[in-house]
Every structure is written in C-alpha cells, then in structure tokens.
C-alpha cells in the first residue's frame, strides 16, 4: 500500500511563516509517486504557496475539483 501526504497550498488561514491566505482550499496530494490536486484555491496564491513549499505543480497528473466555487476553482486557470 501506497503512502499519502497532504499538503495543505491555499487555506482561510496561514500556520506557516511565508505562506499566502486566502478564502479558498487547496491540496497537494502525493500517493506514492504520483501527485494530485484538490482544488485549486481562489487564486495566485497557490502558485506562491507551492513555490515557497518546493512543490513542484508541473508534476501534477490530476486536479479534482470538488464544485464549482470561486474559492476552490480559482486558480485553475493561472495554474493551466
């Protein structure tokens, strides 16, 4: 059985030093060697987030998307 990490990109609320908030949910997903991601947040701040975490979103071979709000579609198209 495959490992999973979560990571946590875009939330209402920033725990980390250097990390962007905002309204919206994003998460890096990583079973095993493939990368998924839930969500893409309400905007840029996902790109900022993943860089600052050194997460590469060029890896990325799925996004799911949960519904069609703002705050969890966002960032899909700066992210494409």
């Known amino acids: 059985m495959s490992s ?3 990571t946590v990109l ?3 609320a920033s725990p980390k030093r250097g990390l962007l908030a905002e ?3 994003a998460l890096s997903l990583r079973v095993g060697e493939t990368t998924l991601l839930f969500d893409t ?3 840029e701040t996902l790109l900022l987030n993943a860089q600052a ?7 990325i071979l799925t996004i799911v998307l949960s519904h069609g709000h703002y705050d969890h579609t966002g960032g899909l198209m700066t992210l494409l």
């Open 41 to 43: 947040g309400g905007g």
């Open 10 to 12: 875009t939330e209402n």
């Open 23 to 25: 309204h919206g949910l």
């Open 53 to 59: 975490l050194g997460i590469d979103l060029r890896s």
């Open 4 to 6: 999973v990490t979560v």
